[in-house]
């Protein structure tokens, strides 16, 4: 087996020429992780697409990381919890890796051996079926129309107690779904075989289905963090044998949509926390209704914290770095100061991907402060689930109260 030649680039790399396979460029274009543009001579132009992620294609890997100095347990945690705010750091066993591939398939084998220490899970599942025996109960309106007069087969409805249920199918498919990888390490992919072995029977979810719907129990606890990352595994991942034989396997996100649901999710869960109510995408109106019933301007507020006399914050999430100055797009400020006018309410909070400290911004001529709170994605994902409880907190204080001292939990 030749080495893997490893292409590392951050998501806001200069676009730049190289020489590569058809099946390379065309596998990288298809997965969208890079633009591909094929230049004379043979070579192609490789330039930002606005996605994170990594490209294994036969003896290549290409990898685009985030702008920020992000790690990838950091990076999986925020795609977990913005899907699950019950997904906790420790289901990813990645600090100790540099690469995506090997991560995820020790992180996956772990926490499935752990979920299997008490044998695989059973359940009941509803099945139908034309039989000869009845049990169960009789679908009566099938029975009528597939077999007008005659009583067998007789189309049947009943419960079996069963190994192929909804957690074991998310378990195999996304086992499946990285023993397709190519070149993982040979420890790996022996255990990934074996836990697939141990779910014989299990149906394999077909691709592009949705996945089966389950809720943790207590019969199913120690399935529950091998569930989480499975999930993600088949959301975001994909392995497959291209049509010259060469082996692909992808995974490639939207960093923007990474943070900007992370943080909605997160702000939802810390609003709960405080007894409070958020609303996300709420729809409003811009502008007051005309007499002549022209279409008025809707608009989407990202989440609308409530508390018991009506609308008390809004907040945005925005994944997008300060220009040399320090200073973040105009864009983004107009868009809050209009939320906040239509609204009615004279603060929001505009979450930004970066370090620093939080900053408010008065309005001039106007009662709205807009404060700008960074998240620095470096930090671990309990100090980033507690810098945005910090922003929540800022809500319920008075105005005076805020300091720069009390938005990080310095007592004033």
């Not at 985030?66 to 795609?79: D, G, I, N, S, T």
């Not at 019969?219 to 497959?240: D, G, K």
């Not at 995408?281 to 990202?302: G, H, S, T």
Request: charged share 25%; with cysteine.
């Amino acid at each position: 087996m030749t080495d893997l030649r490893r292409l590392q680039l951050t998501e806001s790399f200069e676009p730049f020429g190289c020489r590569l396979s058809d099946a390379q460029w065309r596998t990288l274009h298809a997965s969208r992780l890079v633009n591909v543009v094929p230049t004379v001579g043979g070579s192609v132009a490789l330039a930002p697409s606005g996605r994170v992620g990594a490209v294994r294609v036969g003896d290549l890997q290409v990898e685009v990381w985030p702008k920020e100095k992000v790690k990838l347990a950091h990076l999986l945690f925020m795609l977990g919890y913005a899907a699950d705010p019950g997904y906790r750091p420790e289901a990813i066993d990645a600090d100790a890796y540099d690469d995506l591939w090997p991560a995820l398939a020790e992180s996956l084998a772990r926490l499935v051996e752990r979920a299997l220490l008490g044998g695989v899970l059973q359940g009941y599942r509803s099945l139908e079926e034309s039989s000869n025996v009845v049990r169960g109960r009789i679908r009566v309106p099938d029975q009528l129309r597939r077999r007008p007069g005659r009583i067998y087969p007789t189309e049947i409805t009943y419960d079996e107690y069963m190994t192929d249920i909804a957690e074991n199918q998310i378990l195999r498919t996304a086992l499946r779904r990285m023993r397709a990888v190519p070149r993982l390490r040979p420890g790996a992919s022996a255990r990934l075989s074996h836990l697939d072995n141990r779910l014989d029977g299990v149906a394999v979810l077909r691709r592009g289905a949705p996945l089966p719907s389950w809720r943790p129990t207590r019969l199913n606890a120690r399935y529950v963090p091998a569930l989480r990352l499975a999930e993600l595994v088949i959301r975001s991942t994909s392995a497959q044998v291209g049509e010259d034989g060469v082996e692909i396997a992808a995974f490639v996100v939207s960093m923007w949509k990474v943070f900007e649901d992370f943080v909605t999710s997160a702000l939802r869960e810390a609003i709960a926390e405080r007894g409070r109510r958020a609303v996300t995408q709420k729809r409003w109106w811009f502008d007051e209704p005309r007499a002549d019933r022209v279409n008025r301007v809707p608009m989407a507020i990202d989440l609308l914290e409530y508390g018991d006399a009506g609308p008390l914050m809004v907040y945005d999430a925005k994944y997008k770095a300060a220009s040399g100055d320090g200073r973040y797009p105009n864009a983004d400020f107009y868009q809050m100061l209009a939320y906040c006018t239509t609204v009615g309410l004279d603060r929001a909070v505009l979450v930004y991907a970066q370090g620093g400290r939080p900053l408010d911004r008065r309005v001039a001529n106007s009662s709205v402060t807009i404060r700008e709170w960074p998240l620095d994605l470096s930090l671990s994902p309990a100090e980033m689930l507690a810098s945005i409880g910090r922003a929540v907190d800022w809500a319920s204080m008075p105005f005076e109260a805020i300091t720069e001292r009390t938005a990080y939990g310095v007592p004033a």
